[in-house]
């Protein structure tokens, strides 16, 4: 009789045989979280799968995994028998979906990646800053570079503040490790102005093995109360419209984030740091470079006194511009 039952759950088909998702040979549901035995099986059946409550109950009893049923997003094969969704169900055998914050976004760049992702739920879309730094529980001046760049994966459906939550956890994480390793005689007073600087980093190059050397000049210029003079804040205090042409009468133009006229770091982080930029900006390299130049290849070209840095520049700009010609 058992053997009977047995077979029976795994011989007789519930779902469709007629797909419902992109994949011809699959039938997708959705199964709520917090959800029992119960309203999984009346959920189903509410999708057009054939699984009478009693009939499910007692079968996931007889699998032994009632109590392991997981919510989420599934493609279950098209006829597939009572058991083997079951199994899958209890697997947690669902659709992922993934999202990217690449390393150097803006703020702005990030929430107009999740509020346009089609699998998220949008909760946070009309959120002001600060209602959304409420939402998360964190008192920082804003949402600018809280959010530590990585892929995160998640359940169709998932809040979009889920996403936020966990890439400003990672990100808290990881600049409370680096904070540890402060050196005595570090001019960044707390984590969030590692933040900053760590910011950056990440605007001013693309070449990991320039970080440490571009967060030296930084630093450097920070323990001589120079100015930073570094283009990416400007641009950033010029926010989403600018064009992608620094004039210079927008050095000239004042800001919080004009660091041509305003001595010390900005008030916020310019973008989103990777981890590398963090490790760099707390662990600059040994050098007493005070200027440096792009020297159109991705690297950069590091000095220590003025005049070299002016020769550098009429050098790599002058190439540069014969090569744009």
Do not use: C
């Not at 007629?18 to 959705?30: C, E, I, L």
């Not at 009693?54 to 995994?65: N, Y």
């Not at 660091?259 to 900006?281: D, F, H, N, V, W």
């Amino acid at each position: 009789m058992i053997s009977i039952a047995y077979g029976s759950i795994f011989l007789w088909p519930v779902v469709p045989s007629t797909p419902n998702s992109a994949d011809s040979s699959t039938y997708r549901v959705k199964i709520r979280p917090g959800s029992g035995v119960l309203s999984i099986s009346v959920q189903l059946q509410e999708q057009g799968l054939s699984t009478p409550s009693v009939f499910f109950q007692i079968s996931a009893r007889a699998l032994f995994v009632s109590s392991k049923l997981k919510p989420g997003t599934y493609l279950l094969p098209i006829r597939a028998s009572l058991g083997a969704i079951i199994l899958q169900i209890a697997r947690g055998d669902r659709v992922k979906e993934s999202i990217a914050i690449v390393p150097g976004m803006t703020v702005w760049q990030v929430r107009q990646l999740v509020d346009s992702h089609p699998a998220l739920l949008h909760e946070s879309k009309n959120m002001s800053p600060k209602e959304m730094l409420q939402k998360l529980h964190l008192s920082y001046p804003g949402l600018e570079g809280i959010f530590l760049p990585d892929t995160y994966i998640f359940d169709p459906d998932e809040s979009d503040i889920e996403i936020y939550r966990r890439a400003s956890q990672a990100m808290q994480k990881h600049l409370t490790n680096a904070w540890t390793q402060k050196e005595a005689n570090s001019p960044l007073k707390t984590p969030y102005e590692l933040l900053i600087l760590a910011s950056i980093v990440e605007k001013e190059t693309g070449r990991i093995s320039d970080r440490g050397l571009v967060a030296a000049v930084f630093t450097n210029r920070l323990y001589k109360d120079m100015m930073l003079q570094t283009d990416p804040t400007v641009i950033y205090g010029i926010g989403p419209k600018f064009d992608g042409n620094l004039r210079k009468a927008d050095l000239r133009k004042d800001s919080p984030y004009n660091t041509y006229m305003r001595k010390g770091l900005p008030p916020t982080p310019i973008a989103m740091p990777s981890k590398e930029s963090i490790l760099a900006a707390i662990h600059p390299a040994k050098s007493n470079a005070l200027f440096f130049v792009a020297k159109g290849d991705g690297s950069s070209y590091f000095s220590e006194g003025l005049s070299e840095h002016e020769a550098a520049v009429n050098k790599y700009q002058r190439k540069l511009s014969s090569a744009t010609q």
